[in-house]
């Protein structure tokens, strides 16, 4: 695994990781809240569990599934630029460090299955 690969695995792994063991922490950072059990296991399924997979996806098959989980870490930045549209305000200091995080993780990960496939 290269790299820009490991890059990816390991941000999506931590979020995982954070998301199961402290649920709370996901949503406090764009203040909402998961008050119920039904919530804080729906931040862990999506935080938490979906993350978990991409990193071991990266992990056990990096060239094939970089491209897949970089074009949908990009449709997360996508979406995040399409509220702004939506909402027709700019996006926050916060959703804009968001927005080039996902970028900068897409980049790599679609970068590094190519130079996997090479």
């Known amino acids: 695994m290269n790299r820009l690969i490991a890059f990816g695995a390991v941000s999506y792994a931590g979020l995982g990781v954070v998301s199961l063991l402290k649920p709370s922490v996901v949503p406090a950072v764009v203040d909402i809240t998961a008050p119920t059990q039904d919530a804080r296991t729906e931040v862990r399924a999506v ?62 990960l679609v970068l590094g299955a190519r130079r996997s496939r090479a």
């Open 47 to 108: 935080y938490g569990g979906l993350p978990l997979a991409f990193a071991a996806s990266l992990v056990v098959a990096p060239a094939s599934s970089g491209t897949a989980i970089g074009v949908a870490t990009a449709g997360m930045a996508a979406g995040r630029i399409a509220s702004s549209a939506f909402e027709g305000r700019p996006p926050s200091l916060k959703m804009a460090g968001f927005i080039a995080l996902e970028t900068a993780i897409a980049r790599a």
